[in-house]
């Protein structure tokens, strides 16, 4: 990325109503070039709908002498605020730094919560009993890359609703680690595997660092047997077969959670 400060960001604007259209980022004579461009992107379409009527787009540079870094900041700022007013086609660039749009009515990781609030699906069987999740305080997956991934994009001070398929959710915990091959975690001063577990195929594939099963500690803020798991039948909370799921985006999950488990998630994710 270039470190000379002679970058600009401009604005294309409709004369007939004085609608900013366009916003870009350049140096040198990169504001004129729109002129010329014959796609079929809306912005070309919006320039030429001008010039068949004789007039021009009014060009207006922002903001000047800045960096390319600085200006592709601005330019994305100024993207992010006008949003799908622009016939602009990228989204710029540190998209990911920038709230998506449309989602002030919702309360979103990392922007309004510092942690993440995540589903998480037990998926009982052969390599994870609920049970010993409770009793030892983790979760886990693994047994293949796809599944291993899932855990990692865990981290530490996350808050979990864990979910057991035919039952409903069964507890409310906030990760103390971030997920570790099973041969690598300590439960207590004991490796977890020399703990008296219930699933006894846990320890499967443990010296793969691809295939063995991952393991992020717990503290549970509401924990309940499986009998006891709470669940609304045909409600429309969310659910789902993956391991990990954001519940950005599902208030009425996220209300139903804290209403069963007597829970306030904001106070643990803040």
């Known amino acids: 990325m270039s470190t000379s400060n002679d ?11 004085y609608e900013e259209f366009y916003f870009g980022k350049g140096r040198g004579p990169r504001k004129d070039a729109h002129l010329s461009d014959s796609s079929e992107s809306e912005k070309a379409k919006r320039i030429a709908a001008l010039l068949k009527e ?6 207006r540079v922002i903001a000047m002498e800045l960096s390319e870094h600085d200006a592709l900041l601005v330019e994305k700022t100024l993207l992010w605020k006008l949003g799908r007013q622009l016939t602009n086609i990228s989204s710029g660039h540190y998209a990911s730094n920038f709230r998506p749009h449309n989602t002030l009515h919702l309360e979103l990781t990392g922007f309004d919560y510092q942690c993440g609030f995540y589903y998480y699906n037990v998926g009982e069987g052969p390599h994870r009993n609920w049970d010993d999740y409770r009793e030892f305080g983790f979760i886990s997956a693994g047994q293949g890359i796809r599944w291993r991934d899932a855990m990692l994009g865990f981290n530490e001070g996350d808050v979990v609703a864990t979910y057991l398929k035919g039952a409903g959710f069964v507890g409310i915990g906030k990760l103390c680690s971030a997920a570790k091959p099973i041969n690598q975690v300590l439960i207590g001063d004991k490796p977890l595997l020399s703990h008296n577990l219930r699933c006894s195929g846990m320890a499967d594939n443990e010296s793969s660092i691809e295939s063995c099963e991952y393991v992020a500690t717990v503290k549970w803020l509401k924990a309940v047997d499986r009998a006891e798991a709470k669940m609304q039948r045909k409600s429309g909370i969310y659910t789902t077969t993956h391991v990990r799921a954001s519940l950005d985006g599902q208030p009425k999950t996220v ?4 209403e069963a488990f007597g829970i306030n998630v904001r106070e643990h994710v803040a």
């Open 54 to 59: 004789g007039l021009q787009p009014i060009k």
């Open 7 to 17: 970058y600009y960001v401009y604005v294309y604007i409709d004369p007939r109503n």
């Open 255 to 258: 209300a139903f959670l804290e």
